[in-house]
């Protein structure tokens, strides 16, 4: 599938200042397209989390413009931006409000003032989806944080936004978790819906985005695709980023000659077909 060339959302010269006067975003632009998966990477307090809570119109930027499918954002019409932007916050607590999983999830579609069954297919859909069917009736306070994230996680599908931001969903999930928010991101690209994660993972962003941006003191550093950011050492050291290890491993095979020059396989699959010598 291809990028559509339909710009979701713009952002122009946006600066976010905390009360405190710690400027988390200086001068930031970007475009946002359908149908991308980018990853958002960068040290502990690049603005990775400030940057999406502008993007959601949880926070007003301090000046710069905002524009979500060709309207520009302002206090009047911010509902625009909330309905075309789902969050999923670092914190699983900033987002839990309901005293049980169901009616924790079914409070957005409700909210959208969906006929009842459409709430209740999606609820269903989004807790099947985040392996959370059993959990219906428990209140998500007494969760483990790994289940108060997958019950955040599937907050947002019900909602079934345009974009879906996810600051570091990662961090807290096992690793049976993670396999299976792949599968999810994997239907979401499937149903064109644009997916932008921000983590320290860069093993998972070099195999699944398709476009990154890399934060460091509120600044966006670079953007462009996986192999061209982390093929350069000069920005990964800026930015505190490891190498992914399919990617080092992509350059030790190359300097053994057992790889060509110009593949750069993301997966161990991808490796065994550019392999000299391996199936084709
Ligand atoms: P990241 O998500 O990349 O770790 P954040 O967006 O959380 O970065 O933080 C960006 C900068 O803003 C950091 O310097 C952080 O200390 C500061 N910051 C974050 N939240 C607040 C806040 N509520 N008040 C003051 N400063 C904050
Ligand atoms: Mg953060």
């Not at 979701?8 to 988390?24: H, K, M, Q, W």
């Not at 992914?244 to 491993?249: K, N, Q, S, Y």
Request: include cysteine.
């Amino acid at each position: 599938m291809s990028i559509d060339t339909e710009c979701l959302l713009s952002l122009n010269n946006i600066t976010y200042t905390y009360d405190d006067g710690t400027v988390a975003l200086a001068d930031v632009s970007l475009d946002i397209y359908a149908g991308q998966r980018i990853a958002v990477v960068g040290p502990n307090g690049a603005g990775k989390s400030t940057l999406f809570l502008t993007m959601n119109g949880v926070l007003t930027p301090d000046c710069g413009v905002i524009t979500c499918k060709g309207t520009t954002i302002e206090k009047k019409n911010r509902k625009l931006l909330r309905q075309t932007v789902g969050i999923v916050f670092q914190e699983a607590d900033d987002q839990m409000i309901a005293s049980t999983v169901l009616g924790e999830v079914s409070f957005g579609p409700m909210n959208l003032k969906l006929p009842i069954a459409e709430v209740r297919a999606r609820t269903d859909e989004a807790l099947a989806y985040m392996n959370l069917t059993g959990f219906k009736d428990r209140p998500p306070h007494y969760l483990s944080g790994g289940e108060k994230k997958r019950v955040s996680i599937a907050d947002v599908l019900a909602m079934k936004s345009d974009i879906i931001l996810m600051d570091e969903p990662t961090a807290a999930l096992d690793g049976k978790n993670q396999s299976m928010l792949e599968d999810v991101l994997e239907r979401l690209w499937q149903e064109r819906k644009t997916i932008m994660i921000s983590t320290h993972d860069v093993d998972f962003a070099y195999r699944w985005a398709d476009w990154m941006i890399v934060l460091c003191d509120g600044h966006i550093l670079a953007v462009g695709d996986p192999v061209t950011v982390f093929l350069n050492d000069e920005l990964l050291q800026k930015a505190s980023l490891k190498k992914p290890i399919m990617l080092e491993m992509t350059e030790y095979l190359k300097e053994k000659g057992l790889l060509e020059s110009g593949v750069f396989p993301r997966t161990p699959g991808e490796y065994i077909k550019n392999h000299r010598g391996g199936e084709r």
